[in-house]
């Protein structure tokens, strides 16, 4: 399998003419068209906001602490 990667402008009728290398062999193949965003949004990175949480969710300090009922549902007696 080869790849050819191509940059192209879209013209407004749409229709895009591929010129092919002449050493690809003639005859029926398959075309991938891949477009990066197809949405014409840039994507925009959400940035990420420290201590959004902070002071809202209580740790118990026992948190770390094995459970002996959650022990016997996972291994029995």
Same mark, same amino acid.
């Given at each position: 399998? *080869?790849?050819?990667? *191509?940059? #192209?402008? $879209?013209? =407004?009728?749409?229709?895009?003419?591929?010129? #092919?290398?002449? +050493?690809?062999?003639?005859?029926?193949? =398959?075309? /991938?068209? $891949?477009? @990066?965003?197809?949405? +014409? &949004?840039? @994507?925009?990175?959400? =940035?990420?906001? /420290?201590? *959004?949480?902070?002071?809202?969710?209580?740790?118990? +300090?026992? /948190?770390?602490? @094995? +459970? *002996?009922? #959650?022990? &016997?549902? /996972?291994?029995?007696?």
């Amino acid at each position: 399998m *080869q790849a050819l990667k *191509q940059t #192209v402008i $879209i013209p =407004e009728n749409h229709k895009l003419v591929i010129n #092919v290398p002449s +050493n690809i062999s003639t005859g029926k193949k =398959e075309l /991938f068209i $891949i477009f @990066e965003n197809i949405n +014409n &949004k840039k @994507e925009e990175k959400k =940035e990420r906001v /420290f201590d *959004q949480l902070a002071g809202k969710l209580n740790i118990p +300090n026992d /948190f770390d602490e @094995e +459970n *002996q009922d #959650v022990n &016997k549902m /996972f291994y029995g007696d």
